[in-house]
């Protein structure tokens, strides 16, 4: 008897090995996702856990540290792994939180960010002398707003997202580059332009002082400095910096190089990106064949040369095929999507040795050849066309939609609002790409029973089929 079990031993212990290997997938496929066939990946023969189901057990396998989000390369990382970021835009959550009857409207979006596995938002951590502004007048800042953003801060690390927040806006919308000037001339400043915001001395000094203050807060909420805090994944310079008034590109490329050195200066820890939308200029003539249309040569821009800068960490890009390429077929935005994309990807890679983020991307209702089909169409081209860099551990850092809604807000809404409950197929689409990226991730960074087999197991049944 003893000699027989001595012979079957090792098939038995392999037989028990194999059992608990597969019970720990179906633990995790069946009590995080309770069987939705809206998680089923079409063609792909194989169950992909939900985003929840995934980050719920790698919360179970690992301590869970919430630490900085830093760069190795061309890729992100965390705690020494990859970070490939499925993210979205909400403007205006500072704003909304200053008011209690609105202030849960934060919170909704965080939920229903974290319940289709989005990991990061973009948001403004500005608004200068308008209607609750967070600046009055320079350095004069209105506490209960910046109260507001503390909660906007909090509230994202309760829900596992982390910030990009941007310090100041080209356009009107929220003060801008304009109000800086506003303030300048009100201060008896002799200025002609806008763009002056770019190189005179005084304003510069507003708009560091500001960076400076949002740095060195204190979060009265959690009682971490902004600039110590893991929540905030990266600092933005500028949303779509542009300096029209001088095409050559200089007056921006000197005033990005002083800033991005300025925010490092205070904040080391932090990553800093600049908040361009990609357009190539002087310094890529063989590039402007690139660009959606002839005016974007001409902004002030130069995508190359600007994030070659000492201190920008990561490069940024935005995408409207609807409103910048002459074609209004869906063909023709789709194609112009892909090569976009694939252009900046290679640049990051080859270039700037950068991940590259497509910070803003999305489709408009108010186009008059909008319908709910080509705007699925486009999100899923922005994501495939990204993951084939992240299957190879590429350049393509990630994407943020712009922008995400919750139920109530439609007169916040620009035509991009992207609201979940009112559009499953596009909630869908979202939660696809999470649950793709989550793999990827945590195919690295599962601290499991299965110790080093899991990457032979995970890499068979999932990576070729999911990703």
């Known amino acids: 008897m003893s000699f027989k079990i001595s012979i079957y031993l090792p098939f038995i212990l392999m037989t028990m090995l194999l059992l608990h290997v597969s019970c720990l997938l179906v633990d995790t496929i069946y009590n995080n996702n309770n069987n939705n066939p809206s998680e089923w990946e079409e063609g792909s023969g194989y169950y992909l856990p939900s985003s929840s189901g995934i980050t719920n057990r790698i919360d179970e396998m690992e301590a869970d540290a919430w630490s900085m989000v830093q760069k190795n390369g061309n890729q992100f990382t965390v705690n020494g792994q990859p970070f490939y970021v499925n993210g979205f835009n909400t403007y205006w959550l500072m704003v909304f939180a200053v008011d209690a009857s609105t202030r849960g409207k934060v919170t909704e979006v965080f939920q229903q960010a974290s319940s289709v596995g989005l990991s990061v938002c973009r948001t403004w951590a500005f608004n200068d002398g308008q209607w609750r502004a967070l600046q009055k007048s320079p350095s004069l800042y209105d506490e209960d707003v910046f109260?507001?953003?503390d909660f906007v801060v909090s509230e994202a690390k309760k829900y596992?997202?982390?910030?990009?927040?941007?310090f100041v806006n080209n356009w009107e919308a929220y003060g801008g580059k304009s109000q800086y000037v506003k303030w300048g001339k009100a201060a008896g400043l002799n200025l002609t332009s806008d763009d002056d915001f770019f190189s005179h001395p005084t304003i510069k000094s507003y708009y560091k002082s500001h960076v400076n203050t949002v740095l060195n807060r204190m979060n009265t909420v959690t009682n971490i400095t902004y600039k110590d805090d893991p929540t905030i994944f990266a600092w933005e310079?500028?949303?779509?910096?542009?300096c029209e008034s001088d095409p050559s590109g200089d007056k921006l490329q000197n005033w990005i190089e002083e800033m991005a050195v300025y925010v490092k200066s205070i904040d080391p820890k932090h990553l800093v990106e600049i908040g361009l939308e990609g357009f190539y200029g002087p310094s890529t003539p063989n590039k402007l064949q690139n660009n959606p249309n002839t005016y974007a040569q001409q902004v002030g821009t130069d995508f190359i040369r600007n994030h070659q800068v000492l201190g920008v960490d990561f490069a940024s890009v935005h995408i409207y095929p609807d409103s910048w390429i002459s074609q209004p077929t869906a063909e023709a935005q789709v194609a112009f999507t892909k090569s976009w994309i694939?252009?900046?990807?290679?640049d990051a890679e080859n270039f700037l040795g950068m991940p590259v983020v497509f910070s803003e991307f999305g489709v408009s209702t108010k186009?008059?050849?909008y319908t709910i089909t080509f705007r699925n169409t486009l999100i899923s081209t922005v994501y495939n066309t990204v993951l084939n860099s992240t299957k190879r551990g590429g350049g393509g850092g990630g994407t943020l939609l712009w922008q995400l809604f919750p139920e109530g807000t439609d007169y916040m809404d620009d035509g991009y609002a992207v609201v979940l409950s009112k559009s499953p197929s596009t909630s869908n689409i979202i939660s696809i790409q999470s649950n793709r990226l989550n793999t990827f991730n945590s195919l690295c960074?599962?601290?499991?029973?299965?110790?080093?087999?899991?990457?032979?197991?995970?890499?068979?049944?999932l990576y070729h089929n999911e990703l």
Do not use: T, V
């Open 367 to 369: 186009d008059p050849n």
């Open 445 to 461: 960074s599962w601290n499991c029973r299965w110790g080093c087999k899991k990457k032979h197991l995970m890499h068979n049944s």
């Open 342 to 346: 694939q252009s900046h990807i290679d």
């Open 237 to 242: 310079l500028m949303n779509e910096p542009r």
């Open 160 to 166: 596992k997202i982390r910030l990009i927040l941007s």
């Open 147 to 149: 109260k507001a953003l």
